[in-house]
């Protein structure tokens, strides 16, 4: 596991160096701006990790039904990458904020029982799992949001990879989310709290999102007749 766990950190690290110099080296998509290259080759390494995670996340629920789930491979992956992600926060300074800190580190808390923990596999496999189908959309979104010369030129798929990020994140992390905390049984008081912690930076991420995409969906749907003057 200890191989598994220093596998995930060196080629989440790796990997980003090597996109990270490789495209500041060959100039792609014209950029010049490395705050750019480093949030593109950070939300790919991102990526790469979230499909993974939800691809393992879906075979233990549909291959091994039962009620203890092997989750170490998907445990171990999982905090390898969150400590590869930190290693780059702390060496690229605009890919680090106090949202992705304070989800590391109850993600981590988390992981770290479930290891010790097989019981809590059904929880494991969707927090750590499943719920990473909604990261691969945040990924593209996240890139258009950081990286303007991508979004004007690329409008559509930002589009659509918002749409995307707000369904499937309200769908899993909100509403799918709530019902397997709400219908597993934890024993551990300590556990219980850093997992309505989670949730609740889950809620509040989702009110957070409902409330931007209801700003842009007003402002296509209500478009003020110019000739009417709204001051009176």
């Known amino acids: 596991m200890i191989v598994t766990l220093l596998f995930g950190v060196g080629v989440c690290v790796l990997f980003h160096h090597i996109l990270f110099y490789t495209i500041l080296a060959v100039n792609w998509f014209r950029w010049k701006n490395p705050v750019f290259v480093s949030i593109f080759a950070r939300n790919l390494v991102c990526g790469v990790y979230a499909g993974g995670m939800f691809y393992e996340g879906t075979r233990l629920l549909y291959k091994e039904p039962c009620c203890v789930y092997n989750t170490h491979v998907l445990t171990t992956s999982m905090l390898g990458y969150i400590i590869g992600d930190c290693v780059l926060m702390y060496e690229f300074p605009e890919l680090n904020n106090s ?42 979104a996240d890139v ?30 909100v509403l799918l989310w709530s019902y397997v905390l709400y219908s597993t049984v934890v024993e551990n008081t300590y556990i219980k709290i850093f997992l309505c912690g989670l949730m609740l930076l889950q809620y509040y991420w ?5 409330k931007h995409s209801w ?3 007003h402002k296509k749907i209500v478009v003020p007749n110019p000739k009417i003057d709204l001051s009176k």
């Open 206 to 210: 989702g009110g957070l999102i409902l």
């Open 99 to 140: 949202e992705n800190r304070v989800h590391h580190a109850l993600t981590t808390v988390l992981l770290v029982y479930s290891w010790f923990a097989p019981g809590q596999g059904y929880i494991t496999l969707h927090f750590a799992g499943t719920g990473e189908f909604s990261t691969l959309f945040l990924c593209v």
């Open 215 to 217: 700003k842009i969906c």
């Open 144 to 173: 258009f949001k950081n990286i303007p010369p991508l979004r004007e030129e690329y409008g559509w798929l930002n589009t659509w990879s918002r749409v995307g990020f707000v369904v499937s994140f309200l769908s899993i992390r």
